[in-house]
């Protein structure tokens, strides 16, 4: 580019006059090359348009080095090891007593097993070391402990903390009383000004 050919294309483009547009993906290419399009891959990345992540067992640029973990697997980037469960060190070499503490079953799919610490890790709305007990009464969501924001006691859904209202009770916190012969609906205190008074 220029009236002597003395600067390179900007990296999204290539050809006589930098008229070409590169197909790179942007996010993980350095760009094309000026002349050809060829595209110039960020470490981790190979294929044409530097789209596909390193296969297993290679990483950095353009692919080329092998991954020397043990038991476990590389970053495609910087080739430092993820280990396998059991096992630990920088190649993912050393048996890990501790590591290997084997997990519970975690019921009816609430929970998932921390790999490292052998313990259920509950879903919102559930507890216990298997995750079989749903929240105790007036809790609800992460770790069950977010407390219910219902009127009068009031129970809420041990999940998503929606209030499950009595008969005769409507509202977000069940704060509203439902005329049960006609079906208006009033603030509560109405409705326990007009129960009383009838």
């Not at 973990?69 to 430092?80: A, D, I, K, Q």
């Not at 509950?122 to 995750?131: D, E, L, T, W």
């Not at 409507?170 to 129960?195: A, E, N, Q, S």
Request: hydrophobic share 20%; aromatic share 6%; with cysteine.
């Amino acid at each position: 580019m220029g009236l002597n050919c003395e600067h390179a294309c900007p990296p999204d483009r290539f050809g006589k006059n930098c008229v070409h547009e590169c197909s790179c993906a942007s996010s993980s290419s350095l760009g094309c090359h000026s002349l050809n399009g060829t595209c110039q891959c960020k470490p981790g990345f190979t294929g044409p348009r530097c789209t596909v992540p390193c296969p297993s067992g290679s990483w950095g640029v353009n692919c080329s080095q092998s991954c020397s973990c043990v038991n476990g697997s590389c970053h495609p980037v910087f080739g430092n090891c993820t280990c396998d469960r059991g096992w630990q060190g920088l190649l993912c070499d050393q048996a890990c007593p501790s590591c290997g503490t084997p997990c519970p079953v975690c019921y009816h799919g609430n929970g998932s097993c921390d790999q490292a610490s052998g313990k259920c890790v509950c879903s919102p709305g559930y507890q216990g070391s298997s995750c079989v007990e749903s929240c105790k009464a007036g809790y609800y969501g992460e770790k069950c402990q977010r407390k219910c924001d219902c009127v009068d006691g009031t129970l809420c859904h041990h999940v998503t903390g929606q209030c499950l209202c009595k008969p005769g009770r409507t509202g977000t916190r069940c704060d509203k009383g439902i005329d049960c012969c006609c079906g208006y609906v009033f603030p509560l205190h109405i409705t326990k000004f007009i129960l009383n008074h009838n």
